[in-house]
């Protein structure tokens, strides 16, 4: 997997998986126009969201619907981001109340200075239809 190294494009991709789930999302399709992060290995301190127009936050849901506690530490971040294309994807497990909830509340948090663009949903690890589905949508092409 490629990761950043310092601002390379306009995009970046910044993910936080617990079971592995959304890192392999990320990790099967083609992120080549893409600056990735993956949250897990990085302390909260040390984020920085950058000055990328586009956005892509990736998060599993945990409990009743939240992101990980890894995103309350950064809520300060989060609620500083303004002007930004967002687009929000994660796992989660259709058998609970909420599903995907982590999106609903990031989506809250960040949608009154930015523009939210998209929201993708996934069951459990990324299946052959749900890769092609957010590849179409990081070329640009949904």
Do not use: W
Not at 37 to 43: C, H, Q, S
Not at 49 to 66: A, D, K, N, P, Q
Not at 102 to 123: C, G, H, M, Q, R
């Amino acid at each position: 997997m490629r990761v950043a190294m310092g601002l390379t494009c306009n995009k970046a991709i910044y993910f936080y998986s617990m079971s592995g789930n959304t890192k392999a999302l990320v990790e099967k399709c083609d992120t080549t126009d893409y600056d990735l992060y993956n949250m897990a290995l990085i302390k909260p301190e040390d984020l920085s969201f950058g000055e990328y127009e586009t956005l892509f936050i990736g998060t599993s849901t945990v409990g009743r619907g939240v992101p990980h506690t890894y995103f309350r530490e950064i809520y300060g971040k989060l609620i500083s981001l303004e002007n930004r294309n967002i687009g929000l994807f994660g796992s989660g497990n259709s058998i609970y109340d909420v599903y995907c909830g982590a999106l609903d509340v990031l989506e809250e948090l960040l949608s009154s200075k930015n523009n939210v663009i998209l929201k993708f949903k996934f069951e459990s690890y990324p299946t052959k239809n749900v890769l092609h589905q957010f590849q179409e949508i990081l070329r640009g092409d949904k």
